[in-house]
């Protein structure tokens, strides 16, 4: 097969081409350009999306890692030339499913391929299984290691010991294993299926068996329940019969208690024949009751009401004068105070008196004593006179701050206007003091007037006890009615109740009380009833089950084709451990047929100085160059080293099982060294000469190696 072109709108492609000629094709390109993606469109468009994938924690889901970045439905397609027919592959998505609608079609005439479906494509195209492809003729450097897988060894090993892949022995041991899952699988199969029809028919043996014994158990104890059950009606027949006379006598003392209840309601009748209907009694009472409770109220209310506000008492100095004497009082005292205030006769005095001693003293200096006595006597009268002066001045304004208590005469009219203030508030209390009483005494009269229009001169109370005595005698008559009613349905209670019982027929032995003897006897109904329950089901569990006898017979011919059948299943496995020790010794030989080509290959790539390489069943690896006297795994090797001994592996297995298909390498040289990678490119040359090759690099030196 051999691919021209391909088209993808797949993960970042986007309605993005790709066209590939015959041989080796080198597509060189950076990283994130889309190769890793390339690869993947060509799986999937080969052999389909997985969709039942789930992404995990670790791990993306194919149908999300290439969900297309555009948001466009994915799809691609595919034109290439196999068996000589050039034909187009398509897929796109179907609903919700990534490329689950597929067309494979004639690429000139469009006629449609049959034998290409969705589930066949890559097998058909490629010969392979998609996992064999992966692990053969799908080279990615992520995961060059070639790992076991149960399709990819069948292929190798039918290759090597038949030469084909028809896969004669896998069919042989297929069948093999179908034949004993047939006979036995888990727990399907004949011979559980046998085992299981063996249990239940030994099952049903057992259980009629059990039945039986339980159905004589069960009679037995329903003969007790009978016998028992015959006592105790016996005994309630007699239970009845008493009741039935207690009943006649309670029906004759009903009847004596409903004519002493009809007696005493005549007479309740006569006491009320003469009186006002009990409604005007209730009207009238509830009428008095309204009045005692407003009367009570207004009572409460009037001794309630706060007590007549106080006159305001005068202060002194006013306290027996009026405004307007008091305010004259007080500007004449002000005046005063004034007057008191502005004198300045004392200390005029006082500096006269001064200078006229400075005179005397200077007459005595000069020697002039007598002018200078007379002058100190003048100086001291005018002294003595000015502090005399100063005296008088100050107990009178002592005098007035003391009848003010203040020596400010702007506060002097302060307890006017204090008296003033509480007389407003006094008068306003007065007012509301006389508005509520006036109020309450009216209403007072209102009641007055009431209570002698309803009792008239009667006192309230003993007006309210002659209607209580009325309704008293109302309410003792319909009290003597209800009771000579309830007597009436007593005594037709008891009468329809009380019925003629017969005499019980046998003799009564029990003594149980009747909430004893009914109780027993539903618990003894009840036992019989689900005896006779439990015995039918029984009888029909039995039928069911079907014969004894028939059932052994059954059971001996299921056990005959047991014994059989694991004589059967025991042959079965013994050749099936047969074949598979045949197969295990024929797998053994692919190993040097793919190690041998492998290693001419990995001679090649490392210029002959690695000469001997070894694989394992599992597919590892060992090597040794030629001065090594022992192989060593690969894992001794460097990095390029083991990219080269999985390629070598790669390309042999590919050359196996793909002669034919495109061999795809992702990124598989980028750890090779340029000598080594240009023998690698020599070794993909010489391929590329019998099939398609595409190698996929991130590195310039490739293309510029195939080119020189």
């Known amino acids: 097969m051999k691919i021209y072109k391909m088209t993808a709108t797949f993960g970042k492609l986007e309605h993005a081409e790709l066209t590939l000629q015959p041989g080796l094709n080198i597509l060189t390109a950076p990283n994130e350009w889309g190769k890793s993606t390339w690869c993947a469109f060509l799986v999937a468009m080969l052999y389909g999306l997985d969709t039942r994938a789930k992404t995990t924690k670790t791990t993306l889901a194919d149908k999300e890692r290439y969900a297309p970045w555009s948001g466009n439905p994915m799809a691609g ?8 027919r050039d034909i187009t592959i398509e897929r796109r998505t179907k609903g919700r499913v990534p490329l689950g609608e597929f067309k494979a079609y004639e690429t000139d005439s469009g ?66 294993r179908d034949l004993k899952n047939r006979c036995r699988f888990n727990k399907s199969g004949l011979l559980p299926q046998l085992e299981s029809q063996r249990d239940a028919l030994q099952d049903k043996v057992e259980e009629l068996d059990a039945l ?12 007790d329940v009978k016998t028992w059950l015959q006592q105790l009606n016996t005994h309630q027949a007699a239970l009845d019969y008493a009741a039935a006379e207690a009943d006649a006598g309670r029906v004759a003392q009903a009847r004596e208690a409903l004519e002493q209840a009809q007696d005493l309601l005549a007479i309740r009748e006569a006491a009320c024949e003469k009186l006002p209907s009990q409604e005007d009694a209730e009207k009238k009472l509830k009428e008095l009751r309204a009045f005692r409770d407003e009367w009570n109220a207004l009572q ?25 004497a008091a305010m004259e009082m007080v500007n004449a005292d002000r005046q005063t105070m004034t007057g008191l205030r502005g004198s300045k006769m004392p200390i005029l005095l006082l500096i006269l008196g001064a200078i006229i001693m400075a005179g005397a003293i200077a007459l005595l200096v000069m020697g002039n004593y007598l002018p200078a006595g007379i002058l100190g006597m003048v100086s001291v009268l ?98 003597a009615r209800r009771e000579a009613q309830r007597a009436q ?33 539903s618990d003894c109904t009840e036992e019989q009833q689900r005896l006779q329950s439990r015995i039918s089901q029984y009888k029909g569990r039995m039928e069911a089950l079907g014969d004894r006898a028939q059932l052994e017979k059954q059971l001996a011919s299921v056990n005959a084709r047991l014994a059989q059948l694991e004589k059967t299943y025991t042959a079965l496995t013994i050749a099936q451990e047969t074949l598979a020790q045949a197969r295990s010794e024929l797998q053994r030989r692919f190993a040097p047929r793919i190690s041998q080509r492998a290693q001419t290959y990995l001679a ?105």
């Open 382 to 479: 005018l002294q003595a006179l000015s502090l005399l002066g100063m005296h008088r001045l100050k107990k009178q304004t002592e005098a007035l701050e003391k009848k003010y208590g203040t020596a400010d005469p702007a506060h002097w009219t302060d307890p006017l206007r204090e008296y003033e203030t509480a007389l407003r508030a006094y008068n306003a209390a007065q007012k509301e003091y006389q508005d509520a009483q006036g109020d309450v005494e009216v209403r007072l009269m209102v009641m007055r007037k009431r209570r002698d229009s309803l009792c008239g001169a009667q006192e309230p109370d003993a007006v309210m006890e002659f209607w209580q005595q009325i309704t008293n005698k109302w309410e003792a008559y319909h009290t």
């Open 300 to 324: 409460m209310e009037l001794q309630m009401l706060p007590r007549a506000p106080l006159p305001p008492a005068k202060k002194d100095p006013f306290a027996d004068m009026d405004v307007t």
């Open 604 to 708: 090649a790539m490392t210029g002959g100085r690695y000469q001997r390489l070894s694989m394992g069943e599992d597919f590892s690896l060992q090597a040794g160059a030629g001065d090594e006297e022992t192989l060593h795994d690969a894992l001794w090797r460097s990095d390029g080293t083991i990219d080269q001994l999985y390629l070598a592996l790669r390309l042999a297995v590919a050359e196996e099982l793909t002669p034919e298909s495109p061999l795809i390498l992702d990124d598989a040289l980028v750890r090779f060294d340029d000598t080594r990678m240009q023998a690698a490119l020599a070794i993909l040359e010489e391929l590329a000469k019998n099939r398609q090759v595409i190698l996929f690099t991130c590195q310039q030196r490739e293309g510029n190696a195939a080119n020189a």
């Open 489 to 521: 349905n007593l005594v037709d209670t008891l009468s329809a109740m009380a019925k003629p019982v017969r005499p019980p027929v046998g003799v009564d032995t029990l003594t149980h009380s009747p909430a004893d003897t009914a109780r027993l006897l």
């Open 77 to 84: 397609r595919i034109d290439l030339n196999w068996n000589g």
């Open 212 to 223: 039986d014994a339980q159905v004589k158990k069960l009679k037995m104890r329903l003969d």
């Open 111 to 176: 006629l449609a391929v049959p034998e290409l479906t969705a589930a066949n494509c890559g097998q058909q195209l490629l010969g392979v299984e998609q996992t064999v492809f992966r692990r053969a003729g799908f080279i990615r450097q992520s995961d060059l290691p070639v790992t076991q897988d149960e399709a990819l060894r069948r292929r190798l090993n039918d290759l090597v010991t038949t030469g084909d892949e028809s896969g004669t022995s896998d069919k042989l041991a297929k069948n093999l």
